[in-house]
């Protein structure tokens, strides 16, 4: 009972914020509901008029005035036109507050996901991200659209009581002894199936998060054979929302009835005491006629509130889903500096960088080195060994927990924001792609001629390739650019970043599914005829290595050595044991088994 009560008391705080935020389209609506209320009650004032002054008198004369009929007329079409407008002004106020509270809260939940740092979003799996800012969005406002028409009924309903009473005192009390049963019909409503329908979004969550990893992972399960334990899992979660949805739907359909049924009671008991009292002379027909009417009216906005009261449940459940997002902590905090503009590469500084990501597993440790303008630094190390967290950093992606990153000498957090974006291009090892052209994969909407387009994919070797398509640069990659090889998407996407003229080019393993005469050409053509950027490569293969002006050998998240690459292969045992390691068993290229076009 507690816990009902803290839905309901939460439901309203929730109707508030959205009230507050959209107060004249929810006075706009309520004001149509209000006079769809009004009329309605209207509607048994004309027709008790009608009954007193044309039905019964033309029952004792025989005939029917002209003047009258056209007068009953006039007052019933006047209420409907009326109590339409009212309709419309409710329906259409609720529909476009809700709405807007829909757009303006996806607006704020996506705002967050991008202000949020990349850790967060590790903790967090995509499926439920995409159930917070859709499912959860729909039923956090899913109360807006009877909220006007409760508003209004409620109005509607105290004025037909007043009325009753105004008719006849007696039938009035009579007819309202079916308000304490229609009461105790709605709470025993709510009670049962305000926990089903809790549980029931909490449920359309787990199965959207099911089902968009089992897609996000569909080469995994088809290539293992996974596609029956995935089925019975995404099935046992679609299995329970099923159950629960029906239960939820068999407590509604047994309780509809009943709440239709007592005012029907209602009205029959009135009919009965009335006509003894019109009989009596104690009331006239009219009477009872408005008094039975105004008893189906009251019905009605008890069962509207009933409505309201239903959508509680889901609107608590994801609009507390929606604010642990917007209430998140570990928001990136920027700046108000410039990067000092340059046509050369960025100077890049480390130092004593820590980061953990939790207090257990420190991932690196009093990292410290520094990359001047144009020149190339491979990272090198083993599995594990802080590689791929060092381009986060440096992206800032993340902050590190201790030390600091310098570009051009000022530490990236007190950059404005987005003057990274333009300065620094990261390459990772897997290369998204959209369902886009060629052309829209490498400009993202930037400002960019073909001519640029296709400099940047000569950079990036993927010139010939490309030319060969279909379509040229108008040619569709299909999602995540399945219509490519391996190799060709990484140098999409390096033409994506090179496109961007950037200062500072960081390559996370960004070459590993290209052979290694295409990898070597790619890195020539970096250092020989692109913008002159800082490279910092995250490179396996002597050659690529070979080709950097220093090497940065990581072990358990630290500085074993630096030099180049002769240099530690001579005084290195474990620096020459790792990069013979790799040579060794280098696997076949993905490009080579695909007969991709270099």
Do not use: C
């Amino acid at each position: 009972m507690d816990r009902r009560g803290s839905t309901t008391r939460e439901g309203f705080a929730v109707l508030g914020v959205a009230i507050r935020r959209e107060p004249w389209i929810f006075t706009l609506s309520t004001l149509g509901s209000l006079l769809f209320g009004a009329l309605t009650v209207a509607d048994a004032w004309v027709l008790g008029w009608s009954t007193d002054h044309v039905v019964v008198p033309a029952f004792e004369n025989g005939e029917i005035g002209n003047g009258k009929l056209l007068t009953v007329l006039g007052l019933f079409l006047g209420v409907a036109i009326l109590r339409a407008v009212g309709i419309v002004a409710r329906r259409l106020g609720a529909g476009v507050m809700q709405y807007r509270m829909q757009a303006h809260t996806r607006r704020a939940v996506t705002r967050q996901y991008l202000s949020l740092p990349m850790e967060w979003h590790q903790r967090h799996p995509t499926g439920q991200l995409l159930s917070n800012a859709n499912s959860d969005v729909e039923a956090a406002w899913g109360p807006i659209a009877p909220l006007p028409m409760a508003v209004g009924t409620l109005a509607m309903m105290v004025i037909a009581i007043a009325q009753m009473f105004f008719a006849d005192l007696v039938l009035a009390i009579v007819g309202l002894l079916v308000f304490p049963a229609v009461i105790a019909a709605n709470l025993a409503y709510q009670r049962l199936a305000s926990p089903l329908m809790t549980r029931a979004q909490q449920l359309r969550a787990e199965v959207s998060e099911i089902a968009h990893e089992s897609f996000d992972g569909a080469l995994v399960v088809k290539t293992l054979g996974r596609e029956g334990e995935e089925m019975a899992r995404f099935a046992a979660r679609a299995t329970e929302l099923r159950d629960v949805n029906i239960r939820a739907g068999r407590v509604r359909a047994a309780f509809d009835p009943a709440l239709a049924a007592l005012p029907s009671l209602g009205v029959l008991v009135v009919l009965a005491v009335g006509v003894d009292r019109v009989l009596s002379g104690a009331t006239d027909a009219g009477s009872v006629v408005t008094v039975a009417y105004l008893l189906t009216i009251v019905s009605f906005p008890i069962r509207s509130i009933g409505w309201l009261l239903g959508e509680f449940p889901r609107s608590v459940v994801g609009f507390r889903r929606v604010s642990a997002v917007l209430e998140a902590t570990g928001e990136m905090q920027y700046g108000d500096r410039a990067v000092a503009p340059s046509d050369g590469g960025a100077r890049l500084e480390l130092e004593h960088l820590g980061y953990s990501y939790d207090a257990d597993q420190e991932v690196l440790a009093d990292v410290t080195f520094g990359v001047e303008p144009g020149r190339t630094v491979a990272l090198v190390g083993a599995t594990a060994s802080g590689k791929s967290t060092l381009t986060t950093l440096m992206t800032r992606l993340v902050d590190p927990d201790r030390g600091r990153i310098l570009l051009d000498g000022t530490d990236l957090r007190e950059l404005a924001r987005g003057e990274l974006a333009g300065t620094v291009a990261i390459v990772p090892q897997t290369a998204f792609l959209f369902d886009d052209t060629v052309r829209g994969n490498v400009t993202l909407g930037a400002d960019v001629s073909d001519e640029e387009v296709w400099a940047a994919l000569r950079d990036a070797q993927a010139d010939g390739f490309v030319a060969a398509l279909p379509d040229g640069l108008d040619t569709r990659l299909g999602e995540r650019g399945t219509s490519l090889s391996g190799g060709q998407r990484q140098r999409i996407s390096l033409a994506r970043a090179l496109v961007r003229r950037p200062r500072l080019m960081i390559l996370d393993d960004a070459t590993s599914a290209v052979d290694p005469e295409v990898e070597a050409r790619i890195l020539q053509a970096l250092r020989a005829k692109g913008t002159g950027a800082t490279l910092v490569v995250v490179a396996y293969r002597k050659a690529t290595i070979g080709l950097a002006d220093e090497v940065v050998h990581l072990e358990d998240g630290r500085i074993a050595d630096r030099g180049t690459h002769l240099e530690l292969l001579a005084r290195s045992p474990s620096y020459a044991h790792l990069v013979n390691a790799y040579e060794q068993t280098e696997p076949v290229e993905e490009g080579s088994l695909a007969g991709e076009t270099q």
